[in-house]
């Protein structure tokens, strides 16, 4: 690990944009402009707010953005909510990136990829959509799935509609558990939604969600004839000190901090069931 990881950089936080009732994205820059670090599709970074404490959060922008790092944060505790009460032109400490990230430049080069996200699910997904948008020639065909409990829960949904659905080189296909007034598209749930799509079964999937979302996407990807090697997904949700040394995170002799925090579920397999 580069030693420059560990050492919580001053940031400022540039633009705050409300997502959902309980998620914010923060836009976050280095005092002298520019983002504070590089980093990779799938790594995450700790965002510190001194006295309060601090949290490993996924990294939602894609490395090909130049000005600065993007952060989609729910509000579940006593950082990410005093995160959410910050305004433009606040600092905070950053320190990263962490983690092994999605083999985009490898494994996943020059295949048909399948997304498929469930609420807070799709930050650390958004942001290897979006460099595979930025070097789309690289892919084969995109194929967003994404659901949530409600449209209003619906992370970058306006992002979602006006960019990557209207650039005509990503399938979004959106989902929402129950009907709802307003809303005209798919209603079910995620696993049953992959399933009735039926994505090529020579694309590589990438699943971040809640673990039954995951758990019975898989169950439904198997029964497509997918095997364990073709299908990702990302546990950054067990990090906790980020470098190996809390033992907060560890399956049997992984640790997800220095391991993962993406796997293929082929590595997941050969592990104590433990996550």
């Known amino acids: 690990m580069d030693k420059e990881a560990l050492i919580p950089h001053v940031a400022v936080v540039t633009r705050i944009v409300k997502e959902t009732p309980d998620v914010k994205s923060f836009?976050?820059?280095?005092?002298?402009?520019?983002?504070?670090?590089?980093?990779?599709?799938?790594?995450?970074?700790?965002?510190?707010?001194?006295?309060?404490?601090?949290?490993?959060?996924?990294?939602?922008?894609?490395p090909t953005e130049q000005d600065f790092i993007e952060f989609s944060v729910k509000k579940v505790g006593r950082v990410t909510g005093y995160l959410h009460d910050l305004e433009p032109g606040s600092q905070i400490l950053v320190r990263g990136p962490y983690g092994r990230p999605f083999p985009v430049d490898t494994e996943l080069k020059g295949h048909d990829l399948v997304f498929v996200a469930g609420g807070i699910g799709l930050a650390p997904l958004h942001c290897v959509i979006n460099y595979v948008r930025a070097k789309r020639q690289d892919y084969g065909n995109v194929m967003v799935i994404y659901g949530s409990r409600s449209k209003e829960d619906l992370v970058d949904y306006h992002e979602m509609l006006e960019e990557w659905g209207k650039d005509g080189s990503i399938d979004v296909r959106l989902t929402i558990d129950r009907a709802e007034e307003g809303w005209d598209g798919h209603v079910g749930f995620v696993p049953n939604y992959v399933k009735e799509l039926q994505p090529a079964l020579s694309s590589k999937v990438l699943i971040c969600g809640p673990p039954v979302m995951i758990k019975f996407t898989l169950a439904g990807l198997k029964e497509l004839g997918f095997a364990l090697d073709q299908v990702y997904t990302t546990m950054e949700m067990r990090m906790k000190c980020g470098i190996g040394k809390c033992g907060r995170c560890n399956i049997g002799s992984k640790y997800v901090c220095k391991d993962g925090p993406v796997f293929r579920f082929d590595e997941l397999d050969a592990l104590p069931n433990e996550y």
């Open 27 to 62: 836009y976050v820059s280095a005092p002298e402009g520019g983002k504070p670090f590089e980093h990779k599709p799938g790594q995450c970074a700790m965002l510190s707010i001194p006295g309060q404490g601090e949290s490993m959060i996924s990294i939602t922008s894609s």
